[in-house]
Nanobody, 124 residues
């Protein structure tokens, strides 16, 4: 059974940092593109970062470029999203998903498997 599990969310003050993890079981993330998405209350889901499997290219939305970094640890079958200089507008539920290829911060087929999400709240 394939599962993607996000973790690392929480409450942080503006300007703080969090590192989200997307851990996979039942598939090898190294073979897939992985995207991070977020959805705030009352807003549509948006892609924030994506990393390809083949060329390792990374893509970021304009709203997070320079503040967020997506990376892989293949030995741990995990993809991370390092989030620095957090702002209140980064508050959302963050999800990860795998696919064949990134199309910018979107996924070619809309995402194969999705995690249940982790809440990030920037306040204080």
């Amino acid at each position: 059974q394939v599962q993607l599990v996000e973790s690392g969310g929480g409450l942080v003050q503006p300007g703080g940092s969090l590192r989200l993890s997307c851990a996979a079981s039942g598939l090898t993330l190294e073979s897939y593109a992985v995207g991070w998405f977020r959805q705030a209350p009352g807003k549509q889901r948006e892609g924030v970062a994506c990393i390809n499997a083949n060329d390792h290219n990374t893509y970021y939305s304009e709203s997070v470029k320079g503040r967020f970094t997506i990376s892989r640890d293949n030995a741990k079958n995990t993809v991370y999203l390092q989030m620095d200089s957090l702002k209140p507008e980064d508050t959302a539920v963050y999800y990860c998903a795998n696919d064949e290829e990134c199309i910018g911060t979107s996924l070619l087929e809309g995402g194969d498997y999705w995690g249940l999400g982790t809440q990030v709240t920037v306040s204080g």
